[in-house]
Structures are given as structure tokens and as C-alpha cells.
């Protein structure tokens, strides 16, 4: 990796002028930042799209400063139905997300059977750079590693677009 790479994803994402699309393909996440409020839904808890002040968080405004510039995010997440308990608190918080500016659809996993798909999570920054997101089998993160392998940004540009074009929009999208 050249050493004029930005390392944080702060600044992979700062230094964007174009896109930053991201792929999930789990049924389950156990990143640290995730863990209380993941447990405050389990407890009940919801956002309430007309309080904003409540849920804005740094993310949120790191996307609509990223938007605001003229980038475009987009997410799609590949997912088993019936969903997880997991999908379950990622969907009824995923207003937030396009409530900032980023786009977000669905994609059923028997819908992306015949997607050629990396084997990991990853962060494709200006269609040039991965961000490969690693984790272990408990959800929990093993870190990210960067790649512009030629190989792998075509690998994750074309799943991206295959995975976008069949995906459902987040207001369309049904929980099963």
C-alpha cells in the first residue's frame, strides 16, 4: 500500500470526491459501538423520526458533511429471511441513515445467488480503493485492511452494482 494512503476511515472517507459504497453481507454484527444500543432496542427502545436531536450522532453528521461535498454514499446490505434479530434493530434504525443523506437498500440472499461476492464486508472509496471490513465468527471486528488491487476494486465495483440493481429501497423494504 503506498504510504499517501490514508489509514482512518475518517479520513478515507474525507479524502472521497466521488462515491463511498459499502456491502454488508452478515446476519449479525458485534462492533463495540453497536453493543448498547443494540441492547437499548432489544429493551424497546426506538428513534423517533421526529425527535432528530435524539438520534443524530457523529456518524450521521460525518455522512451529511460527506454528502454535502458532493459525494454519494450508498449501502446495501444482503440479507437472510427471515431476518435476524440483528436486521431487525439495523432496519428500524436505517431512517436515520437516508434521513443524512446515504443511501440504503436490501437485498434477500436468495437474490444474490448467482452474484459473484467477495468473502468479506468492504468500503469501496472513489472506485478506487477497498476497505476490506474483516470480523470473526462472533460478529465482533478484526479490523479493516486496505487494498487498490485492480483486481479486487473491479471484484467489489461490479458486486456493489450487481447487488444495487436488484436491491430494494430502505422505504420499500418489508421485514420478513
Known amino acids: 500500500m503506498p504510504s499517501n494512503v490514508p489509514t482512518s476511515f475518517l479520513d478515507l472517507l474525507a479524502g472521497c470526491t466521488q462515491s463511498a459504497v459499502h456491502l454488508e453481507l452478515r446476519d ?58 440483528y436486521i431487525r434493530y439495523e432496519h428500524s434504525g436505517t431512517f436515520t441513515n437516508v434521513a443524512a443523506g446515504e443511501q440504503v437498500r436490501w437485498l434477500p440472499r436468495r437474490q444474490a445467488s448467482d452474484i459473484a461476492l467477495p468473502g468479506n464486508d468492504y468500503w469501496l472509496f472513489d472506485g478506487r480503493l477497498v476497505q476490506w471490513n474483516h470480523f470473526a465468527g462472533d460478529g465482533s471486528s478484526q479490523g479493516p485492511e486496505l487494498t487498490e488491487d485492480p483486481a479486487a476494486v473491479k471484484l467489489c465495483s461490479a458486486a456493489f452494482e450487481a447487488v444495487w440493481g436488484r436491491a430494494v429501497p430502505h422505504d420499500k423494504y418489508e421485514i420478513r
Do not use: C, Q
Not at 56 to 68: A, C, K, M
Open 28 to 85: 449479525a454484527y458485534a462492533v463495540d459501538y453497536e453493543k448498547g444500543p443494540f441492547a437499548d432496542w432489544r429493551a424497546g427502545h426506538r428513534h423517533d423520526p421526529n425527535d432528530r436531536a435524539s438520534w443524530w450522532r457523529p456518524w450521521l453528521d460525518l455522512v451529511t458533511e460527506t454528502v454535502g461535498r458532493g459525494v454519494t454514499m450508498r449501502r446495501a446490505r444482503i440479507v437472510s429471511e427471515p431476518v435476524s434479530e
